[in-house]
């Protein structure tokens, strides 16, 4: 007699044009939301998920990026951290980088930016999972499956969380939307370029490489 094959959700199949999967996980103990070193066990036991923790306890997961999205997130990436390098004050993590903001919720942009007298407060092991803090900069960039109000909702709470400017770069309609705290959203429409401003000093993000 067969048994039933094990659950494992390294097999779960989400189509590239699909939108994103939300499930929450409940607990025989008592009724409550996944914590934050529950999350980052989950995703350490499925590796293949690109997942991220609403703070109401909603486990969200993305379908994986075509070939055309993740060469425009590879070249915001490179700008940045080139700039990163030389500007010396900060890190720059990619879209495997998670963060727990204060608000419970634990979200990977796709670039983002932290400095380092941040970091430098935090105890070596806690570098190796996903970092307790809100980037101090953080870019999300719209793929074909993206909802822009949903993402536009994940800009605002990285803001209310502590970020200090943050770009949400709609390629569909080649928008750029700068967030910042205590002020209304700017919209750039088809911008050749993007300014740091002074949370990053004297970079300049060239659109035309991430519009190509």
Request: charged share 25%; proline share 7%.
């Amino acid at each position: 007699m067969q048994t039933a094959p094990e659950n494992n959700y390294n097999q779960i199949f989400v189509p590239s044009r699909a939108g994103v999967i939300h499930f929450k996980i409940e607990f025989e103990d008592e009724p409550r939301k996944m914590t934050s070193d529950e999350f980052w066990e989950f995703c350490s036991k499925n590796p293949k998920l690109n997942a991220e923790l609403t703070k109401e306890g909603e486990i969200i997961i993305m379908p994986p990026t075509g070939w055309e999205t993740s060469d425009r997130n590879s070249e915001l990436n490179l700008q940045l951290r080139l700039w990163a390098k030389k500007e010396k004050s900060g890190k720059v993590a990619d879209s495997n980088g998670g963060f727990i903001l204060p608000n419970g919720a634990t979200r990977s942009p796709d670039s983002s930016w932290v400095l380092k007298s941040r970091l430098e407060t935090l105890p070596k092991e806690t570098l190796q999972k996903f970092l307790p803090l809100c980037p101090d900069f953080v870019v999300e960039r719209t793929s074909p499956s993206d909802s822009l109000s949903e993402t536009q909702k994940k800009m605002l709470e990285y803001i209310e969380n502590g970020a200090q400017l943050g770009w949400l770069i709609h390629s569909k309609t080649k928008q750029v939307f700068i967030y910042r705290p205590n002020a209304e959203v700017e919209t750039l429409e088809n911008p050749q370029t993007v300014s740091g401003e002074n949370v990053l000093k004297d970079f300049e993000l060239d659109m035309n490489e991430i519009w190509s």
